[in-house]
């Protein structure tokens, strides 16, 4: 009797975290393919962690106000890096450089958030691809603005950033003066292995953000309408507000996010860096044992760490065993599709399912209250 | 709504307000825009036989993919964001004819006969997924096209291919980016029956092959499986009361959809000349979706009208705002304008409240 | 006070907050870059002329050593500069440290200063002037504009790993 329940527990175990697990499964056959070693290894993850973490975390608050995967974080990516134009065209440097740039990409943030909530608002129920189709449209507005309109309407005079023609931004936007000055400042290098600390100690205050959002009076709200918006609405919540706030905050953090990995990388490529953004931070948020409708903190961190261990030794291990680099390039491209085509496919199904259940649940109601 | 009760109490005004309404403002200002445009290209020195014509041929490319979106849109599964699955029956069906030996006008029609099984088996395990979760159709959709894409990229690398056409040269195995069809089927529908006119260039055959194609659609949805599948769309309870079986009418649609995107990819190639692989079909639904919504279809009604008039209108700002804008404003503003106009056509069909997915 | 107006504060006095904040970024966080030069200088009839050698340190890192007709580069955040310099006036003479701090105008991106000038203690114009770079003045060939379309896809989300 203990037996089997122990099985149908670890076979609920399995069936709850199927992703995380062929993830550690993945990784466990690509590590020593690609003969890295460990400190390398090690370096690279924690690097990519403090890169991508803070970007992530900016996914947690709209799933909880049952928004889905934002796909529309893309907009905050682009409100940090015409901030980051803007700081670079000043020649502000340094960490100042990088506050500056967060303080300046707030309203612009806040703009292109309540506008995309304002519109998710108006597709309710198809959240996703509707955010996903904004991000596509918002490029057209950025690439207007970025390549037509700086430096012709919008003042931009610094020869390192605006195009020889006379208006629009450069392709590629050194970052040089201020590239890992966060995390180099209060590092700890031991054995090749850099820990960017007060990179950590900024996702760690982000983290403690959420769990005290989570608890306030606006987080409860959003729980409300995220569990069901008609009862929320009942209960005296303006649904339609908390839904844009929920977006606001959650393009805030992105464009924060942004500046925060772009200072790693070092330079913008003006017209791309934004565009793949998205689709990387959900899938590693989705690796991590998160779904659609539920996600923790611990989903972001598992979810990195497993992600980008994949990213990193997929091209190695593929080249090792079919003797084409592109092939692991390519795999790992299918493989964060694949995760997030699998996660979407297993959250409807359980969706379909709780509603025929529930469907079942109020014909048996029915029934019991005709047999009365 | 407040509908008037008579029409004839009807002013201009009302008139117009419902025009607008039924046809929608966005529709409206891209098909002035596109107006706007022919008016302007004699003036500022773009031939505009030269542009008629470059519009026509690239409606021909395109059209039936932009079919293709039809049945899905009647059965209610929505907007096909996951065409690049049928993209990909078309791609293995164009090399592995090129790949058997077919030379000229036989390895097209070999194309497509190679091209339809793969389409059907690929569309019914895609339209018994969508099947499984109805009201999600859209967002699944569109990752199935790109998880099948970049599959296929690997696939591209690691069938066993040889035709020293296709393949890189110094590796000898792993297909190329792009292929030409030079000697295969490059134009072979456009040249039949070829019309020239000065600049004006008319592809006839392609054309008339769409119009084979969307005649056969049209047909086929006035057969009583296609009102079945209609009706599928506008009331699955209704169907399901009067014994149509949803399911079976839903992955018919798929199917069907799946096998006009592997046709229309084809006929792409075929007025290309190219054969494009990789990451190239990623991308191919957003066009489509947005052409046959800017020809005033919507997320659950299209119509063969739809399709023409929207490729028309969408191809035609493609051709046309490259050479006009520069020309006028000594600026390449096309991109932008693109972008923003076809993505904004699908925002706007995606927020119609009265639309809302069942 | 009732609620809303104590939220009206609230929220003005952080949007004052942020804005003071990235006005002090603005002003603090102005970057330069400081070309040292030790080169002779003829300064209203008179010669200056550049020494042996010239340690330049920065915050306790040693950045060059300039010999004659050499020129170094430190960049500085803010408008402070402050180095100290090691000289060798003669060869074989004796090493003398002079703390160097002067105020860089905001304005300027590049600023050379005269290392000679400065130690002989000229006024300002005499030592300092602004360097234009060549790749300003000169108009460079046009950039590759994003060829790429919309439905370009990058494979690669960390292709740069640097550092």
Same mark, same amino acid.
């Given at each position: 009797m203990k037996n089997k329940s122990f099985g149908a527990k670890l076979l609920s175990f399995v069936r709850d975290n199927t992703v995380p697990i062929m993830f550690v499964l993945i990784c466990a056959f690509c590590i020593p393919l690609s003969g890295f070693s460990f400190s390398y290894l090690l370096n690279e993850i924690i690097t990519r962690m403090g890169r991508n973490i803070f970007l992530i975390l900016a996914l947690l608050i709209p799933i909880m106000s049952g928004m889905g995967l934002n796909f529309g974080m893309t907009l905050g990516a682009m409100a940090g890096e015409i901030a980051l134009i803007f700081v670079s065209d000043w020649q502000i440097w340094g960490i100042p450089g990088v506050i500056l740039a967060m303080i300046l990409s707030i309203p612009i943030s806040v703009l292109l958030g309540t506008f995309c909530g304002k519109i998710l608002n108006m597709a309710k129920g198809r959240e996703m691809i509707t955010s996903y189709i904004i991000s596509f449209f918002m490029n057209g507005i950025y690439q207007l603005i970025v390549l037509y309109m700086m430096g012709s309407i919008i003042p931009i005079s610094h020869f390192s950033v605006?195009?020889?023609?006379?208006y629009g931004i450069r392709n590629t936007v050194s970052l040089l003066n201020m590239r890992q000055c966060i995390d180099n400042l209060l590092a700890i290098r031991t054995n090749g292995v850099k820990i960017p600390v007060l990179t950590f100690l900024i996702i760690g205050v982000l983290c403690l953000f959420i769990v005290w959002f989570r608890r306030t009076k606006l987080g409860q709200d959003m729980r409300a309408v995220g569990q069901d918006m008609n009862v929320a609405r009942d209960a005296g919540i303006n649904v339609e507000r908390t839904r844009i706030i929920s977006i606001v905050i959650s393009t805030v953090l992105a464009g924060f996010g942004m500046i925060l990995y772009l200072q790693n990388m070092g330079n913008i490529a003006t017209y791309s860096s934004h565009s793949q953004i998205g689709m990387f931070c959900i899938a590693a948020l989705l690796v991590g044992g998160a779904s659609v409708d539920r996600a923790s903190i611990g989903n972001v961190f598992l979810g990195v760490i497993l992600f980008h261990t994949m990213f990193i030794v997929a091209p190695k291990a593929g080249a090792q065993i079919t003797g084409d680099s592109m092939i692991g390039e390519y795999f790992r491209v299918f493989v964060s599709y694949g995760v997030i085509t699998l996660s979407l496919i297993m959250y409807e199904t359980k969706k379909r399912r709780q509603k025929s259940q529930m469907g079942l649940q109020l014909q048996r109601e029915q029934m019991e209250e005709g047999a009365k | 709504m407040n509908e008037p009760l008579y029409k004839t109490d009807l002013t201009l005004r009302d008139r117009l307000r419902s025009f607008v309404n039924s046809f929608g403002l966005p529709r409206l200002i891209i098909a002035a825009f596109l107006l706007m445009l022919y008016i302007a290209a004699p003036f500022v020195g773009a031939g505009f036989w030269m542009q008629i014509s470059n519009t026509i041929n690239r409606f021909s490319w395109n059209a039936i993919m932009v079919l293709a979106m039809v049945p899905m849109i009647h059965s209610g599964c929505g907007l096909n964001f996951g065409l690049p699955l049928g993209i990909i029956s078309g791609l293995l069906g164009a090399t592995l004819s090129i790949e058997f030996g077919f030379t000229g006008g036989l390895s097209f029609l070999m194309a497509i006969l190679i091209a339809t099984p793969i389409a059907i088996i690929l569309g019914m395990g895609y339209g018994w997924l969508l099947n499984k979760i109805k009201g999600g159709e859209m967002m699944i959709a569109t990752y199935v096209g790109f998880s099948s894409v970049s599959f296929m990229c690997m696939m591209w690398l690691l069938l066993p291919y040889h035709s020293p056409t296709m393949v890189w040269g110094f590796a000898g195995k792993g297909l190329r980016t792009t292929i030409s069809l030079e000697g295969f089927y490059d134009k072979v529908l456009a040249n039949f029956l070829q019309i020239n006119i000065g600049s004006l260039s008319i592809p006839t055959g392609t054309l008339l092959f769409f119009a084979l194609l969307a005649f056969a659609m049209w047909a086929f949805l006035h057969t009583k499986t296609g009102t079945a599948m209609t009706a599928v769309g506008s009331n699955p309870t209704f169907a399901r009361a009067a014994g149509v079986n949803v399911d079976r009418m839903r992955l018919l649609s798929v199917v069907l959809s799946t096998w006009l995107a592997a046709i229309g990819i084809l006929v792409y190639e075929q007025g290309f000349g190219f054969i494009q692989l990789y990451m190239a079909p990623f991308y191919m639904a957003l066009p489509a979706v947005s052409a046959i919504l800017i020809g005033g279809a919507s997320v659950n009604k299209a119509s063969i009208a739809n399709v023409i008039i929207g490729t028309f209108l969408f191809q035609g700002i493609v051709t046309m705002t490259p050479t006009v804008m520069n020309n006028m404003i000594h600026m390449d503003m096309s991109e932008v304008i693109r972008v923003v106009a076809s993505q904004g056509m699908i925002l706007y069909a995606l927020t119609r409240r009265t639309e809302a997915s069942k | 006070m009732s609620n809303k107006t104590r939220r009206i504060l609230f929220c003005t006095g952080a949007v004052l907050l942020l804005v003071l904040i990235a006005g002090l970024m603005f002003i603090v966080g102005r970057g330069h870059t400081v070309y040292l030069d030790n080169k002779t200088l003829e300064y209203n009839g008179q010669t200056y002329s550049a020494m042996h050698k010239i340690e330049v340190v920065q915050n306790g890192k040693t950045l060059t050593k300039l010999n004659k007709r050499e020129r170094g580069m430190a960049t500085n955040i803010g408008q402070n500069f402050k180095i100290t310099l090691i000289v060798t /006036?003669? /060869? /074989?003479g004796a090493e003398e440290t002079r703390e160097i701090q002067l105020k860089l105008p905001y304005s300027m991106d590049g600023i050379i200063i005269n290392l000679p000038a400065y130690l002989a203690g000229l006024p300002q114009e005499a030592y300092l002037s602004e360097f234009i770079s060549a790749a300003e003045q000169e108009p460079e060939p046009e950039e590759a504009l994003p060829t790429e379309d919309e439905f370009g896809i990058s494979t690669d989300m960390d292709s740069t790993p640097q550092g």
């Open positions: 605006k195009l020889p023609r006379g | - | /006036k003669e /060869k /074989k």
